[in-house]
T-cell receptor
Framework: DTGVSQDPRHKITKRGQNVTFRCDPI?????LYWYRQTLGQGPEFLTY????????KSRLLSDRFSAERPKGSFSTLEIQRTEQGDSAMYLC?????????????FGPGTRLTVL | GNSVTQMEGPVTLSEEAFLTINCTYT??????LFWYVQYPGEGLQLLLK?????DKGSNKGFEATYRKETTSFHLEKGSVQVSDSAVYFC??????????FGAGTTVTVRA
């Protein structure tokens, strides 16, 4: 199965620590997205890459959050000085950006718990 | 801005019952509309999609019709099974690539 993969699946950390998540998209997909999902809510857009370029960032993405996609392949999402409000499921998705329908394929997510 | 409002759950049904989950949207331009499903312990999966007015998306016995006049994309299935128990999300993409999701509707089907 060559779907979107995310690592780790679960992360428990203490408030104030830094955490980093990794996403490996479907290999031929040039677009990559990060979303955040809190309990009982739908996913909310965080940021979007086309190849290695970060093209859009949501206002939800405070300056403690940074995302990279070196060489246009995998992506990392880092949260510095974590807060309890950062506890959520972080979802990665990828799509083939050739115009037309924006069909995104999602990974299983990384569940972050900040104590 | 773009937004999606979907029927609140949870919804509990008996097997072979008819399922409807309402979804309405607000968007600029002409969005593409999607239903995603999240089965227990699994990631989000695209269930069906429609890209223009009057299009009908269908998959696994589910259907939804893009109604521009009522800005709606209601999900329906004529006879649900226990395996349809999941959380269903309505979403739209309005040309800027990111998806805007509704809050999700939890569906439980009893045998």
């Amino acid at each position: 199965d060559t779907g979107v993969s995310q690592d780790p699946r679960h992360k428990i950390t203490k408030r104030g620590q830094n955490v980093t998540f990794r996403c490996d998209p479907i290999s031929e997909h040039n677009r990559l997205y990060w979303y955040r999902q809190t309990l009982g809510q739908g996913p909310e857009f965080l940021t979007y890459f086309q190849n290695e370029a970060q093209l859009e960032k949501s206002r939800l993405l405070s300056d403690r959050f940074s995302a990279e996609r070196p060489k246009g392949s995998f992506s990392t999402l880092e949260i510095q000085r974590t807060e309890q409000g950062d506890s959520a499921m972080y979802l990665c998705a990828s799509s083939l950006g050739s115009g037309g329908i924006n069909e995104q394929f999602f990974g299983p997510g990384t569940r972050l718990t900040v104590l | 801005g773009n937004s999606v409002t979907q029927m609140e759950g949870p919804v509990t049904l008996s097997e072979e019952a008819f399922l409807t989950i309402n979804c309405t949207y607000t968007a600029t331009g002409y969005p593409s509309l999607f239903w995603y499903v999240q089965y227990p312990g699994e990631g989000l999966q695209l269930l069906l999609k429609a890209t223009k007015a009057d299009d009908k998306g269908s998959n696994k016995g589910f259907e939804a019709t893009y109604r521009k006049e009522t800005t709606s994309f209601h999900l329906e299935k004529g006879s649900v099974q226990v395996s349809d128990s999941a959380v269903y999300f309505c979403a739209l993409s309005a040309g800027d690539y990111k998806l805007s999701f509704g809050a999700g509707t939890t569906v439980t089907v009893r045998a």
